[in-house]
């Protein structure tokens, strides 16, 4: 092999190696980012459930209202990353999104939260609205800010349902994009036996917006969550690559140049039984 060759597998190891340190980076960075959000997600989640409970005390059956009855167009809020470098997490995502989108007759179009989302629906006539570099951390604002779209969209577009896309957090290895129902509202588990004061009919439309801001920052929460398990997963699996890779070009350098000084002691022997052979004839 030529010495120019053995530079080459040289410079790939180098390059390599070099690649190696960043992706051991990230997954650092991942780890220590999703740490302190997984510990903040653990508090939040007992907020929303008591919320949840909350929410089957105080909707009684029978409410005329399109956050109740479904009646009117179907709109998707999809939740996706604003990097990369996550595997599979943002693709899953989006192929869910597609699918989800065709089943629907009623299909009105797509909220994206994150800017991979909204890249992918850039062109198509079903992107509402895109919110992209949010939110690194979730909270009430951002959450806010979405159901303050979706509400008017209830009330001045005929929208009736609204589905949310999001990466369930299973545990560190394994996150899965899930679809659940924000809207309508279900009230069939309802305590008919509540009193108001004020009527229902007053504090209701508090009451949605109040709970649903909430559902989606738990929502929102849950997919940061999964985001950074998915990019701190990508960059390990790249690191454990970038090892191997490195042991299998070191070992064909040194095989490599190993035949290169085989090579080269042979000339030098053949060299000198020629030399030999030549005296010998003089």
């Known amino acids: 092999m030529s010495k120019g060759k053995l530079r080459a597998i040289k410079k790939k190891v180098e390059a390599t190696r070099n690649l190696m340190k960043i992706t051991k980076a990230m997954e650092m960075v991942a780890r220590a980012k999703v740490s302190k959000l997984e510990r903040a997600f653990k508090a939040f989640k007992e907020y929303a459930e008591e919320i949840e409970r909350m929410k089957e005390k105080i909707l009684v059956k029978g409410i005329d209202s399109p956050l109740f009855n479904g009646v009117g167009d179907s709109v998707i809020i999809l939740i996706t990353s604003d990097l990369g470098l996550c595997g599979a997490y943002n693709s899953e995502l989006l192929k869910t999104a ?103 009919e007053k504090m209701i439309d508090e009451f949605v917006y109040f709970y649903l801001t909430s559902k989606l920052q738990r929502l929102m929460f849950e997919a940061k969550v999964s985001e950074y398990y998915a990019r701190q997963n990508a960059m390990k699996n790249a690191t454990d690559n970038a090892n191997e890779m490195i042991r299998a070009l070191t070992l064909e350098y040194n095989k490599a140049r190993q035949a290169s000084i085989t090579q080269e002691i042979i000339e030098i022997v053949n060299g000198a039984e020629a030399l030999k052979e030549i005296e010998e004839a003089g």
């Open 98 to 200: 597609e699918e989800e989108s065709k089943r629907i007759a009623d299909f009105k179009g797509f909220i994206t939260i994150g800017t991979k989302g909204a890249t992918y629906f850039k062109k198509s006539k079903f992107l509402i609205e895109a919110y992209e570099r949010l939110y690194d951390f979730p909270t009430v604002e951002v959450s806010s800010m979405i159901v303050d779209k979706v509400m008017e969209m209830v009330r001045n577009e005929g929208v009736g349902k609204v589905k949310v896309i999001y990466s369930e957090f299973k545990n560190a290895l394994i996150q899965r994009p899930k679809v659940i129902n924000l809207l309508p509202l279900s009230s069939e588990n309802a305590d008919e036996n509540m009193e108001f004061e004020p009527a229902i």
